[in-house]
Structure formats: C-alpha cells, structure tokens
C-alpha cells in the first residue's frame, strides 16, 4: 500500500454521519462546485464523508453529493477490497481531475445512491488523478491501477453530477442487486 504522506484523515477532526440521497435527488445530477481546502466548512466536510463511509458496509467512497452538497470532494479508501491491486489507503481529495487515463475495461460497479441495482461500466484501468488534500494547500497526483481507477472514477463523475446508470451501454448492462444473507 502506498500511503499518501505528510496528511492523515486524523487531522480532519470527528465527522457526523450524514444521510447518503438516493437517485433521483437532484442534487446528484448537479456539477458541484470548487472548494477551497483550507475553509472549516471544507475541512467538516471532509470529516463528515470519512465518517459517513465508514458506518457504510462495503463502501468504498463518498462523494460530497451523495450527501447533498454540491461540491468537487470525496473520500476514498480500497483498503482490503478483493479486487484491489494498487492501494494509497484512506484519503479525501478536493478538486479533483483525471490527467491520464487508459486501458478501459469494462466493469460491475454499485453505488450507494442507487441502491437496488449493479451496472457493468467501461471505466480505464489506469488513471492519474491530482486533486488537493483538505485542511492543506498540498496538490497531491495519484497513479494507481485496477479497482482503485475504478473507484475513483466513479466519485469524480459524482462530483461531476454523473451516476453509474449514465455510463452504462444500455438496460441489458443493469441488474438487480444481489442481496447476501
């Protein structure tokens, strides 16, 4: 695991958990807005995503407006997840933008905001983000491959106002959801 460095989820401060919208809320189809990482209401944020996602099963991330804020920010964390490879552990990224992408390979993604069904979904396989951590003006880039590329596109398009379901081929690329007992 490659850890990003010189920033902790601990230095966000404790996060509530907040109520995860489910489509079709409106706010999920809205393009959030900027952020500055260095504004209190940023860095509680933050702290609210991380809580939020660890009280959630099997989530992987959170997205600002999963939680009804329009806004360019998520928490992300693989860690332990069967189908990754390359893993840089908990964090949250602000503003975030894909400056390399290849390989794309087709994919079955979930979402918390739409709970009831799976989709498959081309998404590259290997990405290089840069965003900004909160609470610091440090711009940080992040190469990984496999399922963390996944899962990071899928918070970026979030942040964009996208969902799964926008990225699928079509209805034969949806399914219910499997519910395990």
């Known amino acids: 695991m490659t850890v990003i460095t010189g920033w902790s ?19 999920l189809a809205t393009e959030g807005a900027t952020v500055d990482p260095l504004d209190p209401a940023t860095i509680q944020l933050a702290a609210d995503l991380v809580a939020t996602m660890r ?33 840089h552990g908990l964090f949250v990224l602000c503003n975030a933008v894909v400056v ?23 998404r590259a396989t290997r990405l290089t983000v840069t965003g ?28 964009n106002g996208k969902l799964f379901l926008d990225r699928v081929a079509g209805a034969h690329a949806v399914y219910p959801r499997k519910v395990y007992k």
Do not use: N, W, Y
């Not at 989820?9 to 706010?27: K, T």
């Not at 390399?100 to 009831?116: F, I, L, N, T």
């Not at 951590?133 to 942040?159: K, M, N, S, Y």
């Open 55 to 87: 009280v959630s099963p099997g989530c992987v991330g959170l997205a600002a407006p999963q939680v009804g804020v329009a806004a360019q920010m998520f928490s992300l964390d693989v860690t332990g997840h069967p189908k990754t490879r390359t893993c």
């Open 9 to 27: 989820p601990a230095d966000l401060g404790d996060g509530a958990v907040l109520e995860v919208l489910q489509a079709p809320h409106p706010v």
């Open 132 to 159: 900004v951590l909160p609470g610091t003006t440090d711009e940080v880039t992040i190469t990984t491959d496999a399922f963390e590329a996944r899962a990071l596109q899928h918070e970026i398009d979030h942040c």
């Open 100 to 122: 390399e992408a290849s390989r794309q390979e087709k994919g079955r993604e979930g979402c918390m905001s739409v709970p009831d069904f799976t989709g498959d979904v081309k």
